[in-house]
């Protein structure tokens, strides 16, 4: 069964948050013109935004971080997307010699030794590239919804993230069942991963499929406590990269 028959439904008030959020995108890409970007993780979620701002025709830049773990299913949407949408996603890469040096020292399974060195190898393969996909950027645009976990239960439209920047989030009130109802409606292109109960997907060696009941972010780093399940990009005063993986 694939992820389109399992969850997709249609509920009332979708098409009132679609057009919210059209709205809020829109409003976005004129507010900070030529300053704006979509960080996308490529998942379900993201597409939705990449095939709005392609059907909407909106001046909003679409980059992704490739952290050199992804999956080959997930890396390989960046030319479906060009080809679907004649848009072009811009990768921004970990500093090589940082990773080497970080393996170097802590092995290739250091995420599953502490949250500690878990949470370096986010800063080097996620925080640091962020912070280059975002200098000289005023707006970003997220997937972020309320339902997806406890700690993101009160995610608003819009809001500042700790360098100033303003940070868009315009499915924060879409359910899972919206998300699919959009993708299947509109024929958006997506992650076959999510067909195998991996509603979540990030890292290849950090993701894992979930069981009937468990949580939406169950298959995230699933060997730690639920409270420690980000990895830095959207909790503020997170530092941008950690010591454990910075050369000496």
């Not at 010699?97 to 020292?105: G, M, Y």
């Not at 359910?175 to 993708?183: E, G, L």
Request: charged share 25%; glycine share 6%.
């Amino acid at each position: 069964m694939s992820a389109v028959d399992l969850y997709a439904r249609a509920t009332t008030g979708f098409d009132e948050r679609v057009a919210h959020a059209v709205a809020v995108l829109q409003s976005a890409a004129t507010e900070h013109a030529g300053r704006i970007v979509q960080a996308t993780s490529l998942g379900a979620e993201d597409m939705v935004i990449t095939d709005l701002i392609a059907r909407h025709q909106l001046g909003i830049d679409i980059a992704t971080l490739q952290t050199g773990q992804l999956h080959e299913q997930t890396l390989a949407l960046l030319p479906r997307i060009h080809e679907r949408y004649g848009l072009e996603v811009r990768a921004f890469e970990p500093v090589a010699e940082a990773v080497v040096h970080f393996v170097r020292q802590n092995g290739e399974r250091a995420m599953y030794e502490s949250i500690e060195l878990r949470k370096a190898c986010c800063a080097l393969r996620k925080l640091e590239p962020l912070a280059r996909m975002l200098d000289g950027r005023s707006a970003w645009v997220t997937g972020l919804r309320r339902e997806q976990s406890d700690t993101r239960a009160e995610v608003p439209f819009s809001e500042p993230d700790d360098k100033g920047r303003t940070k868009f989030n315009p499915l924060a009130d879409w359910s899972w069942a919206d998300v699919w109802h959009y993708i299947a409606t509109n024929d958006v292109p997506y992650n076959p991963l999510h067909d195998e109960f991996m509603p979540s997907i990030g890292c290849a060696p950090c993701t894992r499929a979930i069981a009937v009941g468990e949580p939406f972010r169950a298959g995230r780093w699933w060997w730690e406590d639920e409270k420690a399940k980000e990895c830095g990009l959207h909790v503020k005063d997170e530092p941008a990269v950690s010591m454990l993986g910075a050369p000496r």
